[in-house]
Every structure is written in C-alpha cells, then in structure tokens.
C-alpha cells in the first residue's frame, strides 16, 4: 500500500476557523504531500493561492452540511467555487430526496453541479449514518449517473461518522472507476488503514497531521 499520505484529504471545515489555521493547513498538506486539503468556500481563494505551486488540490464543500439548499444556491456556490480555484467539490445531495426515493432529484443536482465543475473533480456526500443500505446504494448510484467521480460517506455533522462497514458494502455495488472517499470520526492512522483496506480511495480527516505523526 503507498504512504497514507497519498489519500488523505486534510480537512478544516470548522465554522470559526481563522486565515492563519488556514495557512498552516496548507503549509503542513505541502510538507507532508497530501492529496488536498478541504476548506469552507470563503477560504478556497486563500487555499488555492497557497497550494498553486504544489501538486496538492483545492477542495470546498457546496450545501454543506445539510444538503438542503435549493439547487440554484448549490450552483451559485460551485460557481464561486470554481472561481476562486477550487480543484474538487464535496457536495452534499439532498438528503429529503433520499427519504421520499426522489432519485432523479439527486441525479439531476449532481448533473447541474457537475457541469458547473467542468473537469474538476466532483464528490457527492450520502451521509451513510441516515439510510438504510438500499437507499444509499440508490442514491450512490443516482449520483453517479449524475456525473459524481467519488462517493463520499459524511459530512461529519450527520448522526455518525464512517465505519468500516459502509466502505466494505459502498465497495461491493460501484463501478471500480467510482471513488470512495471516507470521512466523519476518523482519528487515527489505524483506523484510516483500515478504511482503506476495505476500499477507500480517500481518507477525509481533521486530524491528518496526527496519522503522519502517530
């Protein structure tokens, strides 16, 4: 298995975060070469301009953490997104849509957001801790069909975070091209191994300095 470095996208989605924690993000993503680093949308300009001459990518979160934004809104945000130089969008879908078997609702979302995103990489967040298995198998796959890349577990503010379960069952039904990014809960280097032995393509964390540390 390569480095864990190379899947972990170093997460800080904290509401009260401030420009210098937004710097040092950036400044320890470099220094120990991770895939991105994930911010809210009012920090992707400053990210983005820290991160330009590194390999390391841009991501932002749109309608998060709920998913319940209108659709127009979802767009405006990636817009701006996009703008300010994110490379990769974490999007939530709308999770009402999930309950009520609105598939469509989710396929078209993802499509709208996704051809706002052009080439850059598009995840879509099921938030697993909600629905039974069926359902998130649907909405995976319905976000899929919309254009989504990667699958991506939690938000973090859902009931629960990942378990290895959810990587193990999201494995078994996606087309191996689809991504599957892990997130919500994870706090050790441990654990991120084995979410990535059961399929992970990407460990989402707040606590990524510590895995390299550890």
């Known amino acids: 298995?390569?480095?864990?470095?190379?899947?972990?996208?170093?997460?800080?989605?904290?509401?009260?975060?401030?420009?210098?924690?937004?710097?040092?993000?950036?400044t320890d993503a470099k220094k120990y070469g991770f895939q991105a680093v994930c911010v809210q949308p009012c920090w992707v300009s400053l990210a983005a301009e820290?991160?330009?001459?590194?390999?390391?990518?841009?991501?932002?979160?749109?309608?998060?953490?709920?998913?319940?934004?209108?659709?127009?809104?979802?767009?405006?945000?990636?817009?701006?997104?996009?703008?300010d130089g994110a490379n990769e969008l974490d999007l939530v879908i709308p999770l009402w849509a999930v309950?009520?078997?609105?598939w469509h609702i989710i396929e078209n979302e993802v499509k709208a957001v996704c051809n706002i995103a052009g080439e850059?990489?598009?995840k879509a967040i099921i938030e697993v801790g909600c629905f039974h298995r069926s359902e998130i198998e649907q909405a995976a796959l319905a976000a899929i069909e919309g254009g989504a890349k990667f699958i991506k577990t939690s938000t973090g503010y859902g009931p629960r975070g990942v378990e290895i379960e959810d990587i193990r069952f999201l494995k078994s039904f996606l087309p191996s091209s689809i991504g599957i990014k892990a997130s919500g809960g994870i706090r050790s280097k441990s654990f991120a191994i084995e979410l990535i032995k059961a399929g992970a393509t990407r460990i989402g964390s707040s606590h990524a300095i510590s895995f390299i540390e550890e």
């Open 99 to 102: 309950h009520l078997k609105q």
């Open 120 to 122: 850059k990489l598009v």
């Open 1 to 26: 298995m390569k480095g864990i470095s190379n899947f972990i996208d170093s997460t800080l989605l904290r509401p009260d975060a401030l420009d210098h924690e937004i710097i040092q993000l950036c």
């Open 50 to 83: 820290l991160l330009q001459e590194s390999s390391i990518k841009t991501a932002t979160v749109i309608g998060f953490p709920f998913g319940a934004n209108k659709l127009a809104v979802k767009c405006i945000e990636a817009s701006e997104a996009v703008k």
